[in-house]
């Protein structure tokens, strides 16, 4: 709603700063702290939007989250029908599976938004990354990920929510 974000990431320094346009909130912090400012964070949310959350993200930062002994503040899980809580754009794309799954790239090129893979990085790219210690390059991809599963998301509710 206000094109603003923030990115949680880890990184060998402590890093705080925003995007050019303001619009983007950098933080660096190791896990465990990543952690807890998420569930801080999100607890002031009303709906949150991923995009295969429910198949990997959401497990894993609850996973995550008990490893490290951080509470979580809210169930990421909650009803996979009602998407008010939790709008997971690839079961809202596939109709919760009644249809072929694809990726996000493939999302973003069938509604003419950009990929964050557009700039030469994908996800499958993030782990060597990580080891190479660009950190600010895993940072920024992530930004482009969020800016598309906005827009998805914005295109999935004009023309797809009933």
């Not at 603003?4 to 190791?30: C, E, N, R």
């Not at 072929?100 to 060597?128: E, I, M, T």
């Not at 992530?142 to 009933?162: I, M």
């Amino acid at each position: 709603d206000t094109n603003k974000g923030k990115i949680l990431f880890q990184a060998d320094q402590k890093l705080d700063y925003y995007s050019p346009d303001d619009s983007i909130h950098f933080v660096s912090a190791g896990e465990k702290e990543i952690l807890t400012e998420f569930w801080k964070d999100i607890a002031y949310y009303n709906q949150f939007v991923t995009f295969n959350g429910r198949g990997f993200d959401c497990p894993f930062l609850m996973f995550r989250s008990a490893v490290l002994q951080v509470q979580p503040t809210r169930n990421l899980l909650p009803n996979r029908y009602e998407p008010s809580l939790h709008c997971d754009l690839l079961e809202q794309f596939t109709f919760y599976g009644a249809i072929r799954k694809f990726n996000l790239d493939f999302y973003c090129r069938v509604f003419g938004v950009d990929s964050p893979k557009a700039q030469g990085v994908s996800g499958g790219d993030v782990a060597r990354l990580f080891e190479e210690k660009r950190y600010k390059e895993i940072a920024d991809y992530c930004v482009r990920d969020l800016k598309a599963t906005s827009e998805l998301f914005r295109a999935w509710e004009t023309y797809l929510k009933v």
